[in-house]
């Protein structure tokens, strides 16, 4: 017999995803342990774990591999050649489908570029701003920066300076973040700044003394910030960043402030949920008419009349790292709206993590 720890590293299953496909009836261990709820596997069973994993990635649902599995070890398997190669032909379609809308939005596309006047990024600014701000800005959004090379606007914070108000932003599209510094010295048109991550990360370490007063300075393409008699520079990313203020128009939802050392325990010991199809262990979170937060279990009900929303727990974690305090407000609205982590003292620094849809 193998256990679940075992059976999970030689199959590419995580455990959490064991447990789903259990619950799910999909791939049921073998043995139970009635005490520790400990699952065991046989030996069988790790052949059938790895062609799970491998028509989960891709993208099999769970009803046909049910079907699948309880036909592999048969004699007569002209269903298992059937519903792979259904499932083959809806991949087929739904490429076709998709490359047949891509080239419609490509043209849309081409078309907009030629009217669209895009925010100035050539614009000099100088702005001082309390380092204290500013330190506490980067923090609140440097976890939510990609590193995903395909995505190179991605990789860095972009700085909006506008008015009294400088704006930091970072996304990896599952998640976006603003922080909020005020400015002084800033009387000309909005500017915007992509900060890649490396200078931003040198940015901070210029700021860890936080009481002095630092020096913001955007000019032919570069960015540089003085703190004291101390200075760090480089080129801005040559990309365009998204509009992050149409992002972060939402539907107002259930509000409830937190303890974030005890939600955080709840978050690390409490349930987690395998997504369809596997991948980061996801917390259920409900929220209550007056105002009580609970992360859900699999048999638990939807609370006081709320939805519940599913997220990556590794991401509201570092959303809560980011937050800066004891305690934060976690607004949730639809299960597809974002959950939106809001310190308690500014309403304009926060993050949003995107919803993980479960299976019903």
Same mark, same amino acid.
């Given at each position: 017999m193998?256990?679940?720890?075992?059976?999970a590293?030689?199959?590419?299953?995580?455990?959490?995803?064991?447990?789903?496909?259990? $619950?799910?009836?999909?791939?049921?261990?073998?043995?139970?342990? *009635?005490?520790?709820?400990?699952?065991?596997?046989?030996?069988?069973?790790?052949?059938?774990?790895?062609?799970?994993?491998?028509?989960r990635? !891709?993208?099999?649902?769970?009803a046909? #591999?049910?079907?699948?599995?309880?036909?592999?070890?048969?004699?007569?398997?002209?269903?298992?050649?059937?519903?792979?190669?259904? =499932?083959?032909?809806?991949?087929?379609?739904?490429?076709?489908?998709?490359?047949?809308?891509?080239?419609?939005?490509r043209?849309?596309? !081409? =078309?907009?570029?030629?009217?669209?006047?895009? #925010?100035?990024?050539? +614009?000099?600014?100088?702005?001082?701003?309390?380092?204290?701000?500013?330190?506490?800005?980067?923090?609140?959004?440097?976890?939510?920066?990609?590193?995903?090379?395909?995505?190179?606007?991605?990789?860095?914070?972009?700085f909006? #300076?506008?008015?009294?108000? &400088?704006?930091?932003?970072?996304?990896?599209?599952?998640?976006?973040?603003?922080? =909020?510094?005020?400015?002084?010295?800033?009387?000309?048109?909005?500017?915007q700044? #992509?900060?890649?991550?490396?200078?931003?990360?040198?940015? $901070?370490?210029l700021?860890?003394?936080?009481?002095?007063? +630092?020096?913001?300075?955007?000019?032919?393409?570069?960015?540089? &910030?003085? +703190?004291?008699? $101390?200075?760090?520079?480089?080129?801005?990313?040559?990309?365009?960043?998204?509009?992050?203020?149409?992002?972060?128009?939402?539907?107002?939802?259930? $509000?409830?402030?937190?303890?974030?050392?005890?939600?955080?325990?709840?978050?690390?010991t409490? *349930?987690?949920?395998?997504?369809?199809?596997?991948?980061?262990?996801?917390?259920?979170?409900?929220?209550?008419?007056?105002?009580?937060?609970?992360?859900?279990?699999?048999?638990?009900?939807?609370?006081?009349?709320?939805?519940?929303?599913?997220?990556?727990?590794?991401?509201?974690l570092?959303?809560?790292?980011?937050?800066?305090?004891?305690?934060?407000?976690?607004?949730?609205?639809?299960?597809?709206? *974002?959950?939106?982590?809001?310190?308690?003292?500014?309403?304009?620094t926060?993050? &949003? &993590?995107?919803?993980?849809?479960?299976?019903?």
């Amino acid at each position: 017999m193998r256990s679940i720890g075992e059976t999970a590293r030689d199959s590419g299953l995580g455990v959490s995803a064991l447990r789903f496909y259990d $619950r799910s009836g999909v791939l049921v261990p073998d043995r139970v342990d *009635p005490v520790s709820g400990y699952r065991w596997y046989g030996p069988e069973q790790l052949e059938e774990a790895r062609l799970l994993a491998r028509l989960r990635r !891709a993208g099999m649902p769970l009803a046909d #591999i049910r079907l699948v599995l309880a036909g592999w070890s048969g004699e007569d398997t002209v269903l298992v050649r059937q519903l792979l190669r259904a =499932h083959l032909r809806r991949l087929e379609a739904g490429l076709a489908d998709a490359r047949s809308e891509f080239s419609a939005v490509r043209a849309l596309l !081409a =078309h907009r570029e030629k009217t669209m006047t895009s #925010i100035r990024t050539d +614009a000099a600014a100088r702005v001082d701003v309390p380092g204290a701000g500013l330190a506490a800005a980067l923090d609140a959004v440097r976890f939510a920066a990609s590193a995903d090379p395909e995505l190179p606007m991605l990789g860095g914070v972009l700085f909006d #300076i506008e008015g009294d108000a &400088l704006r930091v932003v970072a996304t990896d599209r599952y998640r976006l973040a603003v922080g =909020h510094a005020v400015t002084a010295g800033h009387d000309g048109p909005r500017v915007q700044v #992509i900060v890649p991550s490396p200078l931003a990360d040198a940015m $901070r370490a210029l700021l860890a003394d936080g009481d002095t007063s +630092a020096r913001l300075t955007v000019e032919d393409g570069r960015v540089a &910030l003085e +703190a004291g008699d $101390r200075q760090t520079a480089g080129r801005c990313l040559d990309h365009d960043f998204p509009d992050y203020r149409r992002l972060v128009r939402l539907p107002a939802g259930r $509000r409830a402030v937190v303890d974030v050392p005890a939600f955080r325990e709840a978050l690390e010991t409490g *349930p987690v949920r395998e997504r369809d199809g596997g991948g980061a262990d996801l917390s259920v979170l409900a929220v209550t008419a007056d105002g009580v937060v609970s992360v859900c279990g699999d048999g638990d009900g939807d609370g006081d009349g709320g939805d519940r929303v599913a997220v990556n727990r590794e991401f509201l974690l570092d959303a809560l790292a980011a937050g800066g305090g004891e305690r934060v407000v976690l607004e949730l609205g639809a299960p597809t709206a *974002p959950l939106a982590v809001r310190r308690t003292d500014s309403e304009e620094t926060f993050s &949003l &993590l995107m919803p993980v849809r479960l299976e019903s």
